[in-house]
């Protein structure tokens, strides 16, 4: 071991170039790894957000199908239009009655409004749900209670409050008991929700909100109190007026649908895609064939995105697995220039009684000890990749100790493996050959 130890540092810079290949292949596998643990951790954050099993139907507005037909004499098409009223507590019914394998329903109205106390004000998102919807996104209370049946029935007015707007208008204070102003109402705060951490990213890709800065209510409250568009008035009537006339413009459209959102939780995952189906075609027989709603299944987008990252987590893989296998070319060529360079040494070695074996453990731990501290310096750079790409460029890492071991473990396998033929054509050479060789 002194005598192969030796030789490896009598020859340290073409020793390390020897392991160049090693070391960028140990550092892009360990790389890899931690690219592709990452998203595979980030995957799962955001089906936890979104919640297991869920269907989610959001309304379209002014988005429609119908058949086209020629005016009489004028040769000009005309599309017919049907009337939808809309995503509303209908839907709701009927998919609870007619869909089976539901195992739970969240309508919820999202209204944007206004949210004051003492010197304190913003804008935020009022949002009427049902229990369901605490449930279904796996949401849990640091302190209060959630809604009753008295507050759904009576349509009272109190709310449960993200963690960050706690944080903003209770500095200090305890929340539970104390009111809010929502809007034109004052709503008094039974409940705090846990903080629950969302990247942007998160937000972006699966379209949801800030949960922390939301002010939650009944569905009964939110549709009572402030807003119900399933409900004609006067005020909205007028509202719509002024919005389809002046200056031949178009108007804004209104969101006519009472309803913003409806999560569905399903009982068995693999059904999904066919339980989504059955409510789409009930949804477009009761809005006459309007399509003014859209239906999604986040966790199905999810996984489609994971193996999109699986892909390319594979092309890193082959990349990593050609440096690894270009690093023991590059050792067993080493070793074979090594032998020639040596022959004298190896030739006097065999004459004063050193057996084959001997002589192969020789060259085959220089091969190894060079594949070691390649593998060690490759840990050492794949961490340093890891940091700088999830601080640089935003993309999550995540190092598991199997990843490290896997590298390392490839590499000294690589080491042996290539390192046995010079080896052997070493301990194989003539003695008084070698001793004659200039």
Known sequence: MAIATEAVFANRVRSLLTALGIIFGVAAVIAMLAIGAGAQQEILDQIKLVGVNNIVVTPIIEQSEGELTSADG????????????????????????????????????????????????????????ENAYFDIAAFQLANGKFFNKEHFNLGK????????????????????????????????????????????????????????????????????RYENRAMVSNAAIQEAMRNSMGNGAEGKVQNYHQLDRLVIKVSDSEKMSSIAEVISKLLKRKHSQVVDYEITIPELLLKQQQRTKNIFNYVLGGIAGIS????????????????????????????????????????LLESVMISFSGGMIGIILGLSIAVGISSLADIPTLVHFSSIALSFGVAVTVGIIFGITPAKRAAEQDPITCLRYE
């Open 324 to 363: 690894l296998l270009v690093g023991g070319i590059g050792i067993m060529n080493i070793m074979l220039a090594s032998v020639l360079e040596r022959i004298k040494e190896i030739g006097l070695r065999l004459a004063i009684g050193a057996t084959k074996a001997d002589i192969i453990y020789q060259f």
């Open 157 to 224: 007015p109190v709310c449960i409050i993200g963690k960050s707007i706690a944080a903003k208008f209770f500095n200090g204070e305890e929340p539970i008991g104390k009111y809010l102003k929502v809007g034109k109402h004052w709503l008094q705060v039974i409940g705090v929700l846990e903080e629950r951490l969302i990247s942007e990213k998160s937000i972006s890709n699966l379209g949801i909100r800030d949960y922390n800065m939301d002010v939650y209510t009944p569905l009964s409250t939110a549709l009572l």
């Open 74 to 129: 004028g040769g000009q098409a005309q599309e017919e239009k049907n009337l939808s009223i809309g995503l509303n507590f209908q839907d709701v019914e009927s998919i609870k009655r007619i869909v089976p394998g539901i195992e739970e329903v969240s309508p919820e109205v999202i209204i944007e409004t206004s949210i004051s106390r003492k010197a304190f004000h913003r804008s935020s998102k009022l949002v009427g749900v």
